[in-house]
């Protein structure tokens, strides 16, 4: 609501404003229409489905999101979780997982938890958005080659590509050559000007079905022959029936809606600001989100998500507020209320085909083959190990293992980061002046600590210590170019320092930071050092030894 009322103010309902952005909305529409009846068939749920959470999702993100210009709606990374839920728990989980990822996108807007899905490393990203690209590809054989696959197909990735493989000389072929047309229109439209500024996939599914019902190619599925008629009204509000066992059950289903939703909506609101110029609300964005998929289970809808190729196409066409987010659902309305009966006709095998172009831009091709060939070691490891997790196991436990591989990765790295060099009488020139000396006496020893002290540094440190290990009267520790210490970096600093004072060597700590100091002295560390205190100088404390030395 932020962003509608901020777009307001700055002019969107304005003439100049309002007919760019309703151009946009129905050009965006016309890209929506098709796509959501091929995500939904994919999702395993009825094509009208995808209409409806294409609306809902469309005008409650415009409204309540934080991007100006995002489009949302049932995207393609969602199709492997919802077909699984779908398969396993049926439509009515499937909704019932959507409203519960909802209530967890909202709680993790409410609470301004936005930013840290912005950390979620970038070869993990690549990695799952690839494996996810490849699972939608083979997914679709089925309908494009009008293999006789009956359903439900096998969970698992290699199981289903073994009974593509086996049913393969099967094929239709009437279905077959059917498909191989659709998909040269959606490659082939994009590349001839005449047709460049219409969607490809409109024209892809326009020509095939005027074909279909003139030629009426013998054992062709349309989406009439599988699904029925659709519905020529808008859907009627259904609660689902929600009991504390099935709450548990679906838990880990929502929870991964809800992970690949705010990941995909603030990537999508990410490149839209660097296209149009503009900065999104990250919490705001997925406060939007967890009202769309709360309420799209109610209409009978599904997940939604913020749609990049959507998104995008919005922008390019003018869309500059919320306004064309608005008139992309109304236009979806006046599609279901109007051209309903016609949408029967359409083949499944040209919805495949439009799906094989969606996933080819998902699979993220040219990034993939870039990390592996010029990425560095642990980053390919991280895209490696989420691309083969996600096609062989499952996507939440491909992104948590990839996260925690790219954490551990860099707490080696930062661990390196840390040096402790030993100041000597060069180093020292300026203090010693400031002190009226020449030289630093042997019995002191000062170490210059640089870098954050943390536990992943803890171990390094002790060694580097060790190492460089002799018997002064007088342990100077300098803590200026230390930005901050965790709770085992000071657990080890103040095993370090009792070593010291066990050995009755005075310990001196100097030139930390006020938070530094804040922390240091609220421990035992405060009856170690001397004085009780933290010095501002390093020469300072060189001055004191001296005098007490005298």
Known sequence: MITFIESYKDGAFKNTSIIPNILAGLVVGIVALPMAMAFAIASGVKPEQGITTAIIAGIVVAILGGSRVQIAGPTGAFIVILSGITTQYGIEGLQLATLLAGLLLLCIGLLRLGNVIKFIPYPVIIGFTSAIAIIIFISQWKDFFGLPISSPSPSHLHERLLQVINIFPSFHYQTTFLALFSLALMIGTTHINYFKKIPAPLVTIVLVTLIQVIFKFDGITTIGSAFGEIPAHLPHIQIPNITYDKILLLLPSAFAIALLCAIESLLSAVIADGLSNTHHNSNQELIGQGFANILCPLFGGFAATGAIARTVTNIRHGGTNPISGIVHSLFLIFCILALAPYATHIPLCALSAVLFVVSYNMSEVHHFMFLLKKGTRPDTIVLLVTFFLTLFTDLIIAINVGVLLSVLFFVKRMSKSIHVEIET??????????????????????????????????????????????????????????????????????????????????????????????????????????????YDRCESVIQEIAFIDV
């Open 425 to 534: 009488e060069k180093t020292l020139k300026t203090e010693l002046s400031a002190c009226g000396m020449n030289h630093l006496p042997k019995e002191i020893m000062v170490y210059n600590l640089q870098g954050p002290f943390f536990f992943g540094a803890v171990e390094f440190l002790q060694q580097t210590l060790h190492l460089t290990q002799q018997n002064p009267k007088y342990v100077v520790f300098r803590l200026k170019q230390v930005p901050f210490i965790d709770s085992t970096g000071l657990k080890c600093f103040c095993d370090i320092i009792q070593t010291y004072h066990n050995r009755t060597i005075k310990v001196y700590l100097c030139e930390a930071s006020a938070i530094m100091q804040k922390k240091l002295l609220t421990t035992k560390l405060s009856t170690l050092i001397e004085g009780g205190k933290i």
